[in-house]
């Protein structure tokens, strides 16, 4: 699921330090609105979900997976979109475990389609390693070389 990001152009590995999370969901739609996945009123409705339900979508600590509803107006196609900040933000000041440097933003035409997409991205980010090495990528090639690493694992492991 690595490559797919990078032949996708949908990776952003990003050198700003957003001010907080709404700032950091808005960088991390910019690869999809650039893609044709959203718009600008998809990513207000993930930020308004938030800002109802709580950080619900940081999933473990470090990784945040952004989304709305399946079916939401503002989605154009099915994709996700990888943000990688330099540094951790902050979605709860009281719980570091709420602080996520990873950003997975998820869009899908169809509710099937947004449960493949989670499950998906659900079992790469559980493989041993992946996310420390993600969160240590400051550039491109960075990137290719922890594609490679994860890529090689998986043959030596068939």
Request: net charge negative; glycine share 6%; hydrophobic share 40%.
């Amino acid at each position: 699921m690595l490559r797919y990001f990078l032949e996708n152009h949908l990776i952003n590995i990003s050198s700003k330090h957003p001010k907080d999370w709404e700032e950091a969901i808005r960088i991390s739609g910019e690869v999809m609105k650039s893609n044709g996945l959203v718009t600008d009123k998809y990513i207000d409705q993930v930020i308004a979900d938030v800002k109802e339900y709580g950080p619900y979508i940081v999933i473990v600590p470090g990784v945040a997976m952004p989304h709305s509803q399946a079916d939401s107006s503002g989605v154009l196609g099915t994709g996700i979109g990888l943000t990688i900040f330099p540094q951790a933000i902050s979605f709860d000041q009281n719980d570091p475990e709420k602080d996520a440097q990873l950003f997975f933003m998820l869009a899908a035409k169809d509710n099937k389609q947004h449960m493949e997409n989670i499950a998906n991205l659900s079992n790469m980010l559980m493989e041993d390693g992946l996310i420390a090495d993600l969160r240590q990528v400051k550039n491109l090639q960075d990137y290719q070389q922890v594609m490679a690493k994860y890529e090689l694992n998986k043959e030596e492991s068939r």
